[in-house]
């Protein structure tokens, strides 16, 4: 027997580790925002799935998009992605944040429709996709 072949790592599973890692970095809400290159991106809205209209920021122009949707818990919001968004921004792909449905910013501006129902989160996610496919995404990552 010879020695155990190495399996590289996925990019996706790669990118969970860095998103995580980044995510607990914390963020700024004192950033302008005028455009997706800007450090908070441009704002944008789009609708799930089922038609809540959602708020959200784009941050670059790239041809492979990723979608950051944030966690349940009420104190979540799309800020928590600012930072990694600008940074695969500066890297070439399009980021996009959104405050999932019955959530606002912590400054109780920019707030998604709809109630705050967690278990139906997954229709935010399916029109996310669907949304930066129309501003010219070839390729999704969730």
């Not at 089922?50 to 799309?78: N, P, Y």
Request: net charge positive; proline share 4%.
């Amino acid at each position: 027997m010879g020695r155990p072949r190495l399996r590289r790592p996925s990019f996706a599973g790669l990118f969970a580790i860095c998103a995580l890692v980044l995510s607990a970095c914390g963020t700024s809400s004192t950033d302008d925002a005028r455009g997706p290159s800007s450090p908070r991106g441009e704002a944008v809205t789009f609708d799930a799935s089922d038609g809540v209209k959602l708020v959200g920021r784009i941050f670059g122009d790239g041809e492979v998009a990723i979608v950051l949707a944030h966690m349940g818990r009420s104190e979540d919001t799309q800020a928590d992605w600012y930072r990694l968004a600008r940074v695969l921004a500066k890297r070439g792909y399009t980021a996009l944040t959104y405050n999932r449905r019955g959530i606002c910013s912590r400054t109780g501006r920019e707030c998604s429709g709809g109630p705050d129902d967690y278990a139906a989160s997954w229709k935010d996610v399916v029109g996310a996709s669907d949304f930066v496919r129309t501003r010219g995404a070839t390729d999704v990552v969730l």
